[in-house]
Structures are given as C-alpha cells and as structure tokens.
C-alpha cells in the first residue's frame, strides 16, 4: 500500500491515475460488446476510430449528431449507489434523438466526471452504456473519465455523451414530409425516462418526505426502482419501423413534454391533436401530480406522461407500424391525427381525459 510519502504529488492532489486504469481494464469487456465492423482500434486511444467508406453505399450521406446527459436522475443513482442503469439512460437520450430524422447511429462517446475514480462504479456506469449501445446497435468508440477533487464530492459523478448516425438524404425525415391527415402513432414509455427529476425529487423526496426504499403499493414497487427504471431506447424499433412501411417524422418525447416536442415537427399550418382518452399514464405520473399539487399544463409541460416516441405517418401505415412494434415487445397506439391550424395558432394540443 502506498503512503503519503510514495504516492505522486497528483495522488495526494486527489487525482488517482491507478484507479483510472484500473476502471479501463473494468470496462474493457463492455465495450467490445459494442463493437461494430467499421470500428478500428481498442479502448484506450486518444481517438475513437470508424471506418467512413461504409458510407460510400449511400448516394447522399447525411451525418446527424446529438449530445445530451442525464440531468438530476444521477442523484438517485448517487443516493442508491446503484451505477449499471444510468448508462443506459444517456445512451436512450442519445439515439433517440438521433433517429427522429430516420438516421441509424454509428458511434457514441461519454464523458463521466466524478470527485473520486471508484472503478468498480465507472464500469458499472459503462456497463449500462454498453447495452444501450448494443440495443441500439451503436459501437462505442471512446470516451473519457476525468477526477474532480474539491469539484465535486468523492460520491459525485456525473456523465454525457454524443453520438453520430447517418441517413440517406431522401430518406429525411421531418416536418417537410408531414401531411392533413396523418396519424399520431404513440410509443409507451417505460416511465419517466431521464427528464423532470428536478421536480420529480422535490415533489417526492423534499415535499413528501418518501424515501427511496419505501414499497409503494400503486407502483408494485420501491420508489427507487420506480425512478431509476432505465429510459427506453427506441432508436432500432423505430428503423425497423420505417424500414417496413411509411413514416413521415417523428418526435422524441423528452424535457418539454409531449406537445412541445411534437410540435418541432409541424409544418406551418398543420397542428397534432391529441386524444388524452387513448392512453393510462402510470401511476408515477399521478403520484408526482398529486402529491406535488402540480397542474395539467406544468405536468404534461414537463414529463412525457406514458410517451416515449411519436411516429407522424398516413393512416393507411398505423396498422402496420403497430403491429410491427407490438411484435418487438413496445405497446403502441393512434394517439392522435394531424390537423389544420388549430384556432389559437398551437402548433400540437392535448384534448379529453386520460382513460
């Protein structure tokens, strides 16, 4: 063991340059799991490195690019000290982004800051990355673990990342292809993903006074299996989707709410009307609402409500999406159809009562 006297000025500064190989060679067999074909090299480079000439297959290539986190939902992880799911969060954030405009991701990086490198929990946080990335089917290429002493507390840690897909240029989609008519194909989320935790704890955790292992009977479980339950990552799901019949855009359901996010992918002119009657949000949705006192419009303005991921397509396509989606395990419904301007200008809009 070594003493203030052997360990290098850097160690006793806080920053363990051991235990961040340690955690590589943890890791390692993770992240092969996610390797694709076009990737060259191993962990521990400077650089990630893809192959680029599978792109000469496209006509048109179209790179896509997106970067995002976790937010608050890291201080329950933090609190339960509990690391493999968060991972998996970031990488749903991710490519779930990305494949809104129908592109396929390719590679994805983090970025993990922590105010004390604990191996065993950095390859746990990139265990849960990794099989993301092998849903998604996504190589992870890189990434980087960086000590903060005096940053932040040695049980802090908190984690990014970025990701980049391709798409053939006519194979965009978006609101250019969004027509009168179209149909509002709403995929389940799998709870509240990684968007709202701010208000999420302070409603439950500071205002009701909750603990994290408290049984909740209207969950069937803890409260901290219920908010650490993984984000869903839809990103292959919706490729097989529009791979097999037409979709014209999509929508990833995150911070903002249902509505505003769909309506980024409107055309001037056209809004998305929604039925609330079509779906039963879980019940953690009402749990925070009702103990938080929060309205309709602040709830549904700041957490996704039961919807992970919106497909825009023609009716004549719904059948097919839905049962496709179905036969991959992802509940699926019409939750709505695009219209006409609605009168007050709303480019998307909620109406009825959730069944």
Known sequence: MSTPATRSAYAQAGVDIDAGDRAVGLMKAHVARTARAEVLGGLGGFAGLFDASMLKAYRRPILATSTDGVGTKVAIATALDIHDTIGFDLVGMLVDDLVVV????????????????????????????????????????????????????????????????????????????????????????????ANGFSLVRRVLLESAGLGLTTHIADLGRTLGEELLEPTRVYAADCLAVVRATEVHAMSHITGGGLANNVARVMPLGLTAHFDRASWTPAPVFSLVQGLGGVSEADIEATLNMGVGMVLVCPAAAAAAAITLLGARGLAAWVGGVVESRAPDGAAAYLTGRHS
Do not use: N, W
């Open 102 to 193: 129908g592109a396929e991701p390719l590679f994805v990086t983090d970025y993990i800051a922590c105010g004390q490198l604990v191996p065993e929990r950095i390859a746990a946080i990139v265990k849960g990355i990794a099989d993301a990335c092998v849903q998604a089917g996504a190589a992870l290429v890189g990434g980087e673990t960086a000590e903060h002493p005096g940053l932040m507390r040695p049980d802090e840690y908190d984690l990014a990342g970025a990701t980049t897909g391709v798409v053939e240029h006519d194979d965009l989609l978006g609101a250019h292809r969004v027509q009168a008519g179209d149909v509002l194909v709403c995929l389940a989320s799998s709870g509240l993903h």
